[in-house]
């Protein structure tokens, strides 16, 4: 789930939320958040705007 949630954002171009991100993959809002907190958690996922991410690189 982790890769999908990082290939949606990349595939964006811009940073998302995670309703956004939910839309995008058709998947289980707990999982996607469940995701984002181990991106977060890995460094793998930044927040440059209050409630949207993007990924770090």
Known sequence: MKEQVLA??????????A????K???ADRKE???AF???KKEG???SPV???W???E
């Open 50 to 52: 209050r409630c949207k």
């Open 37 to 39: 907190a181990e991106l």
């Open 8 to 17: 949606a954002m990349k595939a964006a171009g811009k940073p998302i939320s």
């Open 44 to 46: 793998k996922i930044i």
């Open 24 to 26: 995008a993959l058709g």
């Open 19 to 22: 309703g956004e991100v939910e």
């Open 54 to 56: 993007a990924p770090a």
């Open 32 to 34: 996607i958040d469940k």
